[in-house]
């Protein structure tokens, strides 16, 4: 008779629980400079600091004339001033002619405004007029100081923070990276994580159908889960439903490897391995219970300083047991501050009537309606449910309850990559 019970006792923790557990075992990956056109989505393992103000001269703001101001006071309509061009001064070029009192020079945007110009009016402002062999501008109205000129550090002063370390590098921060000149970057090597699915039915997804059979499509969905929280992916060939060779298979994983992710085979069933696999003396379990569903049976145990996650088979709780355990563990990898799916407060659009006694994450997706955030409830939602991952943008947090909560109850709601309010 096969005996359930050497999976071991399972006692189950709460969500937070589990994240602190997993926390405590986390380390910063080591660190590799790299060329900043490669750096998007990858995080900074410095702090930098503004080399230079910017912008660090003073730039025109348009495409007009550079003027003393005070040479336009008491300009009007019927009273127009009239000042002399002196100057070219396009982008790129130094002003060549130092400016008086009754002198003007023709200067775009972006070009350095000379030294001696407090203010630039734009060409629509002014009337030019050619006489006597000079080129003059008529201005009608007075100029204000300033006036179109950005002063020097108007937007990041010399020594000020530009960004911290941890920071995820998207295109802002890419642009200011090179605006700086700061061509490469030191950032967080990826944790390279290793997928394994375990389960004697599944298929590989170029094989044809067999009867009993399915393809692994979780190995597939985490590879892209992973990839998105900022890993990089190796996924292995599927094991067997056999202790001996996971176990084989998961030590060298873990040679290779910064963390090891399986699927599948964590509940009680007779041939579900991991749960075994994960009481053995080289790993030291951290829960393999969670009053969370799907994904209860989501466990994680630890070998010297990497962790394994396993992940349960069915879809939906593979799905979510990444993005509560796994992401974070790769964001706080490579520095990240706040590696926890964002949460807002979102109002339940139609009633929940399953009862639970543990915490539900549930697939939805969010709506603006008369601002306001709706979420609406996977139609489909249970644990093995694959389809409706594709239609989620969030998980309604669905607290323990013993009754329906009704459509109109406010909710939290945790966002999922791909919201748009991220
Ligand atoms: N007697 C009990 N049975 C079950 C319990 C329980 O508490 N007592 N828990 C149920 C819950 S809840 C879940 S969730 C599942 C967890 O199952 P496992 O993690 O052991 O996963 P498997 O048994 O290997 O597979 C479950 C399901 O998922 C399919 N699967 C597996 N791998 C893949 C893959 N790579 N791609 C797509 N689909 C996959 C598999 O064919 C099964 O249909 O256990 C319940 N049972
Ligand atoms: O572990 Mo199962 O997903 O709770 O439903
Ligand atoms: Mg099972």
């Avoid at 019970?5 to 589990?18: D, T, Y």
């Avoid at 990041?156 to 990276?177: A, N, P, W, Y």
């Avoid at 290779?256 to 992710?261: A, I, R, S, T």
């Amino acid at each position: 008779m096969i005996d359930n019970l050497s999976k071991g006792p399972r006692n189950a923790i709460s969500v937070k629980e589990a994240q602190q557990r997993i926390l405590s075992q986390l380390h910063l990956g080591g660190n590799e400079r790299i060329d900043l056109s490669e750096a998007r989505g990858r995080y900074l393992a410095e702090t930098i600091l503004a080399p230079h103000p910017y912008p660090h001269f003073r730039r025109a703001g348009m495409d007009g004339f550079a003027i003393i101001s005070q040479d336009t006071c008491g300009a009007q309509t019927d009273q127009p001033v009239w000042l002399e061009i002196v100057d070219e001064i396009p982008a790129g070029a130094l002003p060549s002619i130092s400016l008086e009192s009754g002198l003007a020079s023709r200067i775009m945007t972006g070009a350095k405004v000379p030294d001696e110009a407090d203010a630039v009016v734009m060409f629509e402002m002014t009337e030019q007029i050619e006489q006597g062999g000079r080129t003059t501008i008529q201005i009608k109205r007075e100029i204000e100081p300033g006036k179109n000129i950005t002063p020097i550090g108007f937007e990041i002063k010399q020594d000020d923070l530009l960004i911290k370390e941890g920071t995820r590098i998207s295109s802002g921060e890419i642009s200011v990276l090179a605006t700086f000149g700061i061509h490469q970057v030191l950032v967080y090597k990826k944790p390279v994580v290793a997928i394994f699915s375990t389960g004697s039915e599944l298929l590989d997804i170029d094989e044809a159908l067999q009867d009993g059979k399915i393809r692994n499509s979780n190995a597939y969905m985490l590879a892209c889960q992973i990839r998105d929280a900022g890993g990089e992916v190796i996924i292995l060939d599927a094991i067997p439903d056999d202790l001996q060779i996971a176990k084989a298979r998961v030590t060298e994983a873990f040679e290779l490897y910064d963390m090891v992710v399986t699927t599948g085979g964590v509940s009680v069933g007779d041939f579900d391995i991991m749960a075994d696999l994960v009481q053995g003396e080289e790993l030291t379990l951290l829960f393999n219970k969670v009053t969370m569903r799907p994904g209860s049976v989501t466990t994680a145990a630890v070998r010297g300083r990497k962790l394994l996650f396993a992940l349960s088979g069915n879809p939906g709780a593979c799905f979510v047991g990444c993005e509560m355990f796994v992401r974070p563990a790769i964001g706080v990898m490579q520095g990240k501050d706040h590696p926890f799916l964002k949460e807002i407060t979102g109002i339940l659009a139609t009633d929940f009537n399953k009862i639970n006694n543990f915490t539900r994450f549930v697939r939805g997706h969010l709506a603006y309606e008369e601002g306001q955030v709706l979420v609406y409830p996977a139609s489909l939602d249970e644990s093995s449910v694959m389809v409706t991952i594709k239609d989620s943008d969030c998980l309604i947090v669905i607290p323990p309850v013993s009754q329906a909560v009704p459509k109109g109850q406010k909710v939290q709601v945790l966002l999922l990559d791909g919201s748009g309010i991220l």
